[in-house]
């Protein structure tokens, strides 16, 4: 039996679809790409924003307690289920790979699943309407639309994410078909 040749291609892709020697630079050195490191700076940027807003607060205490609450909530709760979600999920399309489409679909489910997730972390009060008063108080409005709103909000994102996962799905079975 003998082993068919790949068929013949280009090496190298041609000098015009080739990165700019700037760009081939700043990944050399810096080890990952421009936008990787612009990523990063944004995230410092809004880091120092966000303390410089929190020296003006004068309750220095309960930030403290607030921020260790949902980093052990986080680490001890969260996490753990999250993962052990994320895991069966790995673990049907590890025994079940002909049932599944090629493309990899489980960023498909965690992507929106982690938007929804932290929508309901930052406003769960309003959405579940524990603190309605203070609320009230503060704002002058009723929290009733929120659970509503978080509901579209989830729905929304599923959806497009399960359109964007049926055109790659699609996309990809068009370029299998032989023509």
Not at 15 to 29: D, K, M, T
Not at 36 to 59: E, I, K, M, Q
Request: net charge positive; proline share 9%; glycine share 6%.
């Amino acid at each position: 039996m003998t082993a068919t040749p790949d068929p013949p291609g280009p090496q190298h892709p041609e000098p015009s679809r080739r990165r700019p020697a700037i760009l081939r630079a700043v990944a050399r050195h810096y080890g990952a790409g421009p936008l990787h490191l612009l990523a990063l700076l944004a995230s410092f940027a809004f880091a120092g924003y966000v303390v410089d807003r929190l020296t003006t607060v004068n309750d220095h205490v309960g930030i403290a307690i607030w921020f260790l609450v949902t980093l052990v909530a986080h680490d001890l709760a969260l996490f753990p289920l999250y993962s052990l979600a994320d895991r069966s999920l790995s673990l049907r399309a590890r025994r079940h790979p002909e049932a599944l489409p090629k493309v990899p679909w489980i960023n498909y489910v965690r992507v929106p699943v982690a938007i929804s997730g932290m929508l309901l972390l930052v406003s769960f009060p309003l959405v579940f309407r524990l603190d309605v008063g203070d609320y009230r108080s503060a704002t002058g409005l009723a929290p009733n639309p929120y659970l509503g709103r978080w509901l579209l909000i989830t729905a929304g994102l599923f959806f497009a994410s399960a359109v964007v996962c049926g055109y790659r799905i699609g996309s990809r079975r068009r370029r299998q078909v032989p023509t």
